[in-house]
């Protein structure tokens, strides 16, 4: 046992060394007792798949206009899954932050700004593991680096934080069927990390004055990451203006946080017209949180 710790801390350490700042966790002790956590509740989450399958199949909605920057009153689109998708009710991963989190970011269903790429409408669905029901109103908060592997806010790619960009953060709060649509591009790649989106969970979440989410408040029930198959990313890496990223390449299986996130964080992609990526591309993911969990957010940084 004590080995085997050992070992999970040698194996966090020397990734930490061989990354560099990447998606550094706060503190070994934390990650693993994150880890730990998971597997019991885990198995509480397998209880809640009766109730699931109860939800009706899987159907499409028309697509509605998608609205730039919004605030929580304003209506946000119809997403193309009207239901959650996903009755396996297994708990999403936990993994760690990473040192590109910052806090108070806008509330809105789109987060392209002026960022060119692939376009990604993402349907995200949220089950409370407490209740075994959509969870509605929680608050779905998305980063992700562009297609050249940069993050909004980190324009070096060190976790300095310069306040000009705020493109590809954000999010909005799910429907009463506990189902959110976000639009974003289909992310790059950067040294050492495999493409990726990072998800953090709120509920009894607050909003400032000027239509931002108010990080610190409320409970921050999933702090997570959300995977593509390798096939998507090669087709979505050969065109331009991913093609231009100069930084080397990490494959799925070659992705550390990966192999800790397991099967439960991949995207399910299908293309949104015809069979061209230039149409944008349609993905949806069921994402299982602990509705009673509240994470500590790492990152000072705010808008
Ligand atoms: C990604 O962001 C960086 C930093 O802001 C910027 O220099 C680069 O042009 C962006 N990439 C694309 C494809 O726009
Ligand atoms: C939005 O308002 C909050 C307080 O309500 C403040 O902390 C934050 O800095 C403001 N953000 C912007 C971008 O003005
Ligand atoms: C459903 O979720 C499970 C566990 O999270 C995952 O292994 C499986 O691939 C998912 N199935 C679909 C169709 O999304």
């Known amino acids: 046992m004590r080995l085997f710790l050992l070992a999970s801390i040698l194996a966090v350490a020397s990734y930490v060394c061989a990354h560099g700042a990447d998606e550094r966790p706060a503190t070994t002790e934390e990650l693993i007792a994150r880890n730990r956590g998971i597997e019991a509740r885990n198995l509480a989450a397998r209880k809640c798949a009766s109730a699931i399958a109860e939800f009706e199949a899987q159907r499409m909605a028309k697509r509605d206009r998608l609205m730039k920057r919004q605030t929580p009153t304003s209506t946000a689109p119809t997403p193309h899954y009207t239901s959650i998708q996903n009755s396996t009710c297994v708990l999403h991963p936990e993994t760690i932050e990473g040192p590109y989190y910052i806090r108070n970011e806008y509330i809105r269903t789109d987060l392209r700004e002026r960022q060119t790429g692939v376009s990604l409408v993402l349907d995200i669905g949220v089950i409370n593991s407490r209740t075994c029901q959509p969870f509605k109103n929680a608050f779905v908060e998305l980063w ?10 980190y324009p070096t ?20 069927a506990g189902i959110v649509e976000i639009t974003t591009i289909y992310p790059g790649y950067y040294q050492g990390r495999t493409a990726h989106i990072h998800a953090m969970v709120h ?4 909003s400032g004055a000027n239509g931002t989410l108010l990080s ?11 995977f593509f198959d390798e096939t998507w990313n090669d087709r979505v890496y050969a065109t331009s203006p991913y093609n231009l990223n100069r930084q080397p390449r ?9 192999w800790g996130a397991g099967t439960g964080a991949y995207i399910n992609l299908q293309y949104l017209s015809g069979s061209s990526l230039t ?3 349609l993905g949806y993911i069921t994402v ?7 994470y500590r957010i790492q990152n000072a940084n705010s808008l």
Do not use: C, E, M
């Open 144 to 153: 992700a680096s562009n297609a050249t592997g940069l993050y909004g806010g």
């Open 216 to 226: 610190g408040q409320g409970n921050v029930n999933h702090i997570g990451q959300f």
């Open 203 to 206: 509920n009894n979440w607050k």
């Open 279 to 281: 149409g944008g591309l």
């Open 250 to 258: 990490t494959l799925n299986t070659q992705d550390w946080i990966l």
């Open 157 to 176: 790619g060190q976790p300095t934080h310069i306040k000009t960009d705020t493109f590809l953060r954000g999010g909005y709060f799910t429907n009463d």
């Open 288 to 294: 299982v949180v602990d509705g009673n969990a509240n």
